[in-house]
T-cell receptor
């Protein structure tokens, strides 16, 4: 069955430090993966998708099929990056399965 | 263009009461979804709809019913609320066209407490 694992509930870093939010998936088909972000008091929104290989707000994520991972990275964290981050896998039509989320806290 | 809206924002119910959550979208999206968000469990799909008049079960459908009588609206009903249904409920919508890259657009959420 399809599954997304985010092993860290909380990741706390200082401003300017590198960030890596881990995401591993389990899926027998061809995976399509996404990162969604939820800032405080805001709705969940798409951050980036692996298929477009883009960089949004300095974040990048590379799909590694060998390791079944889609880790989210940013070289220099900013305080405004503090938020809840969800990794998601698209399967069957347009259904998504989400990981349990990682709260990123960036301290000054 | 309001995107996805949800009514109400907050609600407190007593065990056994019923209620309906309303989701509306103005993007002409074909697909709509209801999720619940619980601490440590992420978002879980309750029900979804691929078009007007059609609905299907998601991962955690028990205790909920849905209806999609109009393309822009997706209703989530709780017939007899239980404390286990205390959660934050999110509605989302997406377009069927592949050019949209299947992005789901979310509403602001409804915080429901069942006592």
């Amino acid at each position: 069955a399809q599954r997304v694992t985010q092993p860290e509930k909380l990741l706390s870093v200082f401003k300017g430090a590198p960030v890596e939010l881990k995401c591993n998936y389990s899926y027998s088909g061809s995976p399509e993966l996404f990162w969604y972000v939820q800032y405080s008091r805001q709705r969940l929104q798409l951050l980036l998708r692996h298929i477009s290989r883009e960089s949004i707000k300095g974040f990048t994520a590379d799909l590694n099929k060998g390791e079944t991972s889609f880790h989210l990275k940013k070289p220099f964290a900013q305080e405004e990056d503090s938020a809840m981050y969800y990794c998601a896998l698209r399967w069957s039509f347009q259904k998504l399965v989400f990981g349990t989320g990682t709260r990123l806290l960036v301290s000054p | 263009n309001a995107g996805v809206t949800q009514t109400p924002k907050f609600r407190v119910l007593k065990t056994g009461q019923s209620m309906t959550l309303l989701c509306a979208q103005d993007m002409n999206h074909e697909y709509m979804y209801w999720y619940r968000q619980d601490p440590g469990m992420g978002l879980r799909l309750i029900h979804y709809s691929v078009g007007e008049g059609t609905t299907a079960k998601g991962e955690v459908p028990d205790g909920y019913n849905v209806s999609r009588l109009k393309k822009q609206n997706f209703l989530l009903g709780l017939e007899s609320a239980a404390p286990s249904q205390t959660s934050v409920y999110f509605c989302a919508s997406s377009s069927e066209t592949s050019g949209s890259s299947y992005e789901q657009y979310f509403g602001p959420g409804t915080r429901l407490t069942v006592t």
